[in-house]
């Protein structure tokens, strides 16, 4: 019969074992390089936006994807597919001119995209046991793109790129995560008083 003593030696031999795999584990985290995510991040944005130069652009938007399959893209809308969108129905206004699912088009970075989903399914596979440590690091890294996607487009409105579009709205879009406070928060950052004044009315309506 194993005595008090020897139970509780091998309990703390347990634990010292347990803790020492999880220091192993975490050492062995897969790694993301952000900073060159997002070196890349801004200048695909400036190389869309030149793109469309030359056309009547009012808002362009980084749609971000977190799940599943992660994706990265630059959705953007245009004054003329807007009013053609409205037509008569100049009640719902503000939501076709700021709802991204409305938009006129995306083009979805693949390269980023590809990183990703890369490390998104080597999170997958590494806390593959342990799913608590998987939706905790996802998180994370989610967060990190989330503030490299706000970050670089502050860094776009100094561009050249930007400067050729009149009174151009810029937004981090993730779809069915943000509560309407926190994307207002977000929006505030990005863009003039007046613009999110009109944000807010298509966000909370007349509040």
Known sequence: MMLIAD?????????FVGERMNIIKRMA???????????????EICRI???HSGNDIYA?????????TPYIAVVEN????????VGNDTQNYFYYKYCEEEWEDAEIIKDLSDQLCHYYNDIKKWASDDSLLQEETIGEHR???????????????????????????????????????????????????EVVKEYKKYLLGNQ
């Open 29 to 43: 985290k897969p790694k993301f390089k952000y900073d060159d995510f997002e070196n890349a991040l801004y200048k």
């Open 7 to 15: 139970k509780m030696l091998l309990f703390r031999k347990s634990v």
């Open 143 to 193: 967060d990190k793109i989330i503030a490299i996607c706000v970050n670089v487009l502050i860094k776009v409105k100094q561009s050249k790129e930007y400067a050729v579009f009149p009174n151009l709205n810029l937004n981090v879009y993730i779809r069915e995560f943000l509560s309407n406070e926190e994307e207002l928060l977000l929006y505030q950052k990005l863009n003039d008083r």
């Open 60 to 68: 362009f938007s980084v749609k971000y994807e977190p799940d599943f």
């Open 49 to 51: 936006m030149l793109k």
């Open 78 to 85: 245009s004054k003329s597919h807007l009013e053609e969108t």
